[in-house]
């Protein structure tokens, strides 16, 4: 994980004003200081919040704020001026659960959604969690896929506790080379302990620690001066996105590319946020051309080379490659856009004004079809389930199959990019 470039922070708008509220509480925080946090839990739009006594971030950036802008209940009149644990809950089988933030305060539990406390609340742990203990450190979500079942992983001293929610049993690990975890976090489908002003990546299954870790915080949880590479950057206006490349591989992820960053755009769960592309893809240190995503694998095109990575992470450079256009493909570059529909086997690859359909299940590869299109200028574009988009500078045009963008004759009118869709700000 590297430094966030920029992340979206949608501001929640409340019906009266803290200023007094924050007299009353102790001076905020700073945790560019160095903070060991409380507890840190993303809300069920993403907006990732870090706990320290009673006050709190909310995302990447910005000042504390005081706990109970955010969690009413979260002030010194009920006696929680700060919280144990929190993490966010992972249970479709129970929508009335499903995304609410469970916050932990020695032997109670109060679960929020939209930032209101539900009605019942607060509960004692054990009504809600039997088998896990009181005076917690530190939890986190764990999802089927991660974990063997939907879960949470609690914490306290050297002791990790995996509750699988739907069966409420309990099973007591100790995970001897991992710090005691003063708080947790899953962020990006990676799991972290922090501890101190540090954290550590782990496995959540096995609590295996990979690489060079632990890590200061400060250089990759937050925006702070002197830490970390790209604090700094602003969050784009809309109108000045552009795209060199989009695509979605078969697991749902949908990545897009601009300069040398990309984004995930499927994380709503845990925000947008851009990284260097070396980050995953670390053969390709300048930029694309056109990316797109064929049979569990992620074809990225530059100059008149093709890379080839296996779609599972991490992402690995297929042996051999990169390869040329021509040797893969069978054109010469360069290309301006490239894109696959789902289970089809063709990739339509887009030069200048004209689309040439290429088999990738042929051996060897070459051009089936061509066709001029109505459109020119297209620097990127991608097949969904709704179907083509194709995008020219900060717009982008939509068309139902690859047949109609290639002989339709009318222009459908241009459609903006979006904060929704990329991050970024009107």
């Given amino acids: 994980v590297k430094l966030l470039l920029y992340s979206t922070h949608y501001e929640l708008h409340h019906g009266h004003d803290h200023h007094e509220d924050q007299a009353h509480h102790s001076a905020n925080p700073d945790r560019c200081d160095g903070i060991e946090f409380d507890a840190i839990a993303p809300d069920e739009k993403g907006n990732s919040f870090f706990f320290k006594g009673d006050h709190l971030w909310k995302g990447f950036t910005g000042p504390a704020q005081v706990s109970s802008a955010f969690f009413m209940e979260l002030d010194d009149h009920h006696h929680l001026g700060h919280v144990d644990a929190a993490f966010r ?12 933030i469970f916050l932990f305060l020695d032997d109670k539990v109060f679960s929020y959604y939209n930032h209101s406390l539900e009605e019942g609340y607060p509960k004692d742990i054990q009504l809600d969690f039997p088998g896990v203990p009181s005076h917690l450190d530190a939890a986190v979500e764990c999802p089927k896929g991660d974990c063997n079942s939907d879960s949470v992983l609690f914490f306290k001293g050297e002791e990790v506790y995996n509750y699988d929610i739907a069966t409420q049993s309990v099973k007591v690990r100790q995970w001897a080379h991992l710090p005691n975890c003063t708080s947790a976090f899953r ?175 042929a051996t060897p590869r070459t051009v089936a079809r061509e066709a001029p299109l109505p459109i020119s200028g297209i620097e990127a574009g991608m097949c969904g389930p709704d179907g083509i988009k194709v995008f020219v500078g900060s717009e982008y045009y939509h068309y139902e199959t690859p047949r109609i963008l290639a002989f339709s004759r009318i222009r459908p009118e241009p459609k903006t990019i979006t904060p929704d869709m990329m991050g970024c700000v009107e």
């Avoid at 300048?286 to 008149?304: E, N, Q, T």
């Avoid at 779609?311 to 051999?320: D, K, R």
């Fill in 89 to 100: 809950m992972h249970n479709k089988e129970k929508p009335e659960d499903h995304d609410h």
């Fill in 187 to 361: 962020w990006l489908e990676q799991y972290y302990c922090f501890h101190g002003h540090n954290f550590t990546r782990f496995h959540p299954v096995s609590g295996e620690v990979n690489g060079a870790y632990p890590k200061d915080a400060r250089h990759y949880f937050m925006s702070c001066p002197k830490f970390g590479h790209g604090g700094d950057a602003k969050v784009p206006k809309c109108s000045e996105v552009t795209l060199d490349a989009i695509t979605s591989d078969k697991s749902g992820k949908t990545y897009a590319f601009t300069g040398r960053i990309y984004m995930r755009l499927d994380t709503h769960r845990d925000g947008k946020h851009a990284f260097p592309i070396a980050r995953t893809w670390k053969e390709v240190t300048d930029g694309v051309d056109a990316v797109f995503s064929y049979s569990d694998k992620i074809y990225i095109i530059k100059g008149d080379q093709v890379y080839i990575y296996k779609s599972a992470a991490p992402s690995t450079l297929i042996e051999g490659y990169p390869k040329s256009l021509t040797e893969e493909l069978g054109i010469e570059g360069p290309v301006n856009a490239a894109f696959v529909c789902e289970d089809h086997h063709i990739v339509h690859i887009i030069q200048g004004q004209t689309m040439y359909d290429i088999d990738l299940s």
